[in-house]
């Protein structure tokens, strides 16, 4: 079996899905724009052969790339990123290589598109947020008359929370369409609840080989366009509404030979949308939770995610069990901010599983220095969170 992994170097624990791959009997073959004397020893390991480009930014380049590899090594198999920027990019080097695991361009409308997302929330049963896809600012005042502010407006195809913005008020309207990018934006109701995941690995017959999920404690869109703490927790116990409401959107979406990150409100009051507790749709990830997650998985459940995907993709099945039940919980503060413990004092008062710098790229949502711990209950990660953040 031949498989392409798109930039397996970041973040930089995906070379632990290379690594299991190649345990697994895969031919891993990597292409990333990175120098190769660059890449970790684990990962460079874990590769039968990588291919620099210029950038993976220039299509073309990254073409001649999977070109190259299928002149000498054969038919591809399977050619993934388990990134969402590249989401697109891999769907079109699927169809341009005859590659029919995983999605196609055909498939992008439903998967990145953030009101075409809601189509298939909505198959699933569950409510989402009333929108406009932002036009002229008569257009966005008649819907803001409906549902009131303050709205959200963000790119209708974006990744995570970047280019984000609360409107609260007709001026912030008006700074808004002052400032906005050659996009299209969809403007949403605005959702008062806390953001709780269903993240699993999902086989070729719609199974779920691994569930578990994740808490946002801190508000991820304040997070980016404030610049303050991140902190969430993984769980491996969901509640059953979230399960339920994870499996029938991976249903509904047709999730095949992935692994995939929903996002769901719990709502904090009653609104508009459903009383206190109920579960609102937010949006779909085709990909792994971001940065440490992975990791983080692990830790919380006593398991190998890397492995389960690996083989998912190798065998379809796998037996890779969990050991245990915790909650491992991400403190991260933000740069030029003043906290009431010190480092030696976190290090001192509690267990630590990591603790460092978070990769740049990615410290705009998970901000600069991350600390990670695990506990027996989300009241214990919640006190730990509260305590290294305060």
């Known amino acids: 079996m031949n498989f392409i992994y798109i930039s397996p170097n970041f973040p930089e624990n995906h070379w632990n899905f290379c690594d299991r791959l190649n345990n697994n009997g895969v031919t891993v073959l990597g292409i990333g724009d990175a120098e190769y004397d660059s890449l970790s020893y684990d990962l460079k390991n874990a590769l039968t052969e990588y291919y620099k480009v210029p950038s993976l930014e220039d299509y073309d380049e990254v ?22 920027y590249w989401l697109e990019q891999d769907a079109k080097l699927r169809q341009d290589f005859n590659i029919t695991t995983g999605f196609h361009p055909e498939d992008m409308e439903k998967v990145k598109y953030k009101s075409k997302m809601k189509e298939n929330y909505i198959k699933a049963g569950v409510p989402v947020a009333r929108y406009h896809l932002v036009d002229t600012i008569e257009g966005c005042k008649k819907f803001i008359e409906e549902v009131g502010y303050p ?30 990018n050659k996009v299209k934006y ?18 070729s017959k719609g199974e779920a080989l691994f569930e578990n999920g994740n808490v946002t404690v801190a508000n991820l869109m304040e ?28 249903k509904a979406f047709g999730i095949r030979n992935r692994m995939v990150h929903f996002e769901f409100f719990r709502l ?11 579960i609102v749709a937010l949006e779909v990830n085709m990909r792994p939770s971001g940065g440490i997650s992975p990791t983080m998985m692990n830790w919380a459940n006593g398991t190998d995610v890397y492995e389960i995907w690996a083989d998912m993709i190798a065998y379809d099945k796998t037996d890779i069990e969990r050991s245990m039940e915790e909650v491992c919980a991400f403190a991260s503060r933000r740069k030029g901010l003043k906290f009431r413990l010190s480092e030696e004092d976190v290090r001192e008062r509690y267990e630590l599983l990591r603790e460092g710098p978070v990769e740049e790229a990615l410290s705009g949502a998970m901000a600069d220095y991350m600390f990670i711990s695990n506990f027996k209950t989300e ?12």
């Open 379 to 390: 009241d214990e990660a919640r006190a730990f969170i509260k305590d290294v953040l305060s």
């Open 223 to 250: 997070t980016v366009s404030e610049g303050l703490n991140s902190s969430f927790y993984l769980r491996s116990r969901l509640p059953e509404d979230i399960l339920k409401a994870g499996r029938a959107t991976a």
């Open 151 to 180: 709205v959200v407006v963000k790119p209708d195809n974006g990744v995570g929370a970047s280019d984000t913005h609360k409107i609260k008020n007709e001026e912030d309207l008006k700074k808004f369409f002052k400032y906005t």
């Open 268 to 278: 904090n009051k009653d609104q508009h949308i459903g009383k206190k507790g109920d």
């Open 63 to 84: 073409f001649r790339a999977v070109a190259f590899f299928s002149f000498k090594y054969g038919k591809i198999d399977w050619l993934e990123s388990n990134n969402e």
């Open 186 to 203: 969809i403007m949403e109701e605005y959702i008062d609840g806390e953001v709780q995941t269903y993240d699993a690995i999902i086989n």
